[in-house]
């Protein structure tokens, strides 16, 4: 089984609506990053997290950890198609370099 | 815009041949990472490096597969001889702390 569960493994939406991906780990989690994959391309890193509670914002994008460093959630206000693509995340849960990743979150939006 | 290099960006080979691809991280970043992604098993971690000495590579098969970095600009991951299960889409990051940037990886074919 996936260290790291992501949720929903697909998502469908129409342009202009909110929607939620969600990275759950049965471990604690030393640092959380969100990346992003289009088809045939290298990842595009978004943001990282590293405190319990922390959410940070780019854009349209907005990420949190919770309290106890266990999952974290990306949300996209008002998606657009150019949000569409392969959301990935990453951490490492031994506090080294030794990343592992969620299978990912494959988004397309509907215009 | 710093980025890293892979090369080649496509190989298609037969069995048994060796197969050697080449990664230049972000200059003055001082840890490597090597990553294979397929469609059953995600992104997995095959090796790191960090100032050009081997951490880990717990993630790769030590009877087929090497990696190295000969200097502070260039990493290579070999495979020989290649299998048909090796075909994926290997990846090379690089970081100085987290996060990691990645290449835009080399697709392997072998036939």
């Known amino acids: 089984s996936q260290e790291l569960e992501q949720s929903p493994q697909s998502l469908i939406v129409q342009e202009g609506k909110n929607l939620t991906i969600n990275c759950t780990s049965s471990?604690?989690?030393?640092?959380l990053y969100w990346y992003k994959q289009k088809y045939g391309e290298g990842l595009i890193f978004l943001m990282m997290l590293q405190k319990g509670g922390e959410e940070k914002s780019h854009e349209k994008i907005t990420a949190k950890l919770d309290e106890k460093k266990q999952q974290s959630s990306l949300h996209i206000t008002a998606s657009q198609p150019s949000h569409a693509g392969i959301y990935l995340c990453?951490?490492?849960?031994?506090?080294?370099?030794?990343?592992?990743f969620g299978t990912g979150t494959r988004l397309k939006v509907l215009a | 815009d710093a980025r890293v290099t892979q090369t080649p960006r496509h190989k298609v080979t037969e069995m048994g041949q060796e197969v050697t691809m080449r990664c230049q991280p972000i200059?003055?970043?001082?840890?490597v990472f090597w990553y294979r992604q397929t469609m059953m098993q995600g992104l997995e971690l095959l090796a790191y490096?960090?100032?050009?000495?081997?951490?880990?590579d717990s993630g790769m098969p030590k009877d087929r597969f090497s990696a190295e970095m000969p200097d502070a600009t260039l990493a290579t991951l070999k495979i020989q001889p290649s299998e048909p299960r090796d075909s994926a889409v290997y990846f090379c990051?690089?970081?100085?702390?987290?996060?990691?940037?990645f290449g835009s990886g080399t697709q392997l074919s072998v036939l």
């Open positions: 200059l003055g970043h001082n840890t």
């Open positions: 990051a690089s970081g100085l702390g987290p996060p990691q940037i």
């Open positions: 490096f960090r100032n050009r000495a081997p951490l880990d």
């Open positions: 990453g951490a490492s849960t031994s506090g080294t370099y030794k990343y592992i």
């Open positions: 471990k604690t989690l030393y640092g």
